[in-house]
C-alpha cells in the first residue's frame, strides 16, 4: 500500500508560479510517479511523469517548458514546480504511483492517488 497526500495549491495570478509537493508514505519502494490534473467537467489530464530513479521524465504538451516533475526519494516526496501560470491551468492537481512505465499517460494504469490541492489562476 501506497498513501499520497499533496499539497502547496492555491491561488496564483497569471505569470506567477507554485510548487506542490506529493507525500508518499508506506511501500513507495520503485514506484514511478505521475501528476494528473482535473478541472470541473472535464476528464483527468495527465501532466508529468518520472521514474523511481528519476532519471527519466515525461510532460504533457501543454505544460512542457512549464512545469518539471522532480523527487527526492530520501523524503519520500515528489515535486511539480509550476511556472508562468495561466487560467487554463486551474484545476484540481493529483499526484499517483505506479509499477511500471508503460502507461504514464493513462489515469487507470495507477495504482494509488492522493485527494488532491487545488490550483486557481487568476488572470
Known amino acids: 500500500q501506497v498513501q499520497l497526500v499533496e499539497s502547496g495549491g492555491g491561488l496564483v495570478q497569471a505569470g506567477g508560479s507554485l510548487r506542490l509537493s506529493c507525500a508518499a508514505s508506506?511501500?513507495?519502494?520503485?514506484?514511478?510517479m505521475g501528476w494528473f490534473r482535473q478541472a470541473p467537467g472535464k476528464e483527468r489530464e495527465f501532466i508529468a511523469f518520472v521514474t523511481w530513479s528519476g532519471g527519466t521524465t515525461y510532460y504533457a504538451d501543454s505544460v512542457k517548458g512549464r512545469f518539471t516533475i522532480s523527487r527526492d526519494n530520501a523524503k519520500n516526496t515528489i515535486y511539480l514546480q509550476m511556472n508562468n501560470l495561466k487560467p487554463e491551468d486551474t484545476a484540481a492537481y493529483y499526484c499517483a504511483a505506479k509499477k511500471y512505465e508503460l502507461g504514464y499517460d493513462r489515469p487507470y494504469e495507477y495504482a494509488y492517488w492522493g485527494q488532491g490541492t487545488q490550483v486557481t489562476v487568476s488572470s
Open positions: 508506506g511501500r513507495t519502494f520503485n514506484y514511478n
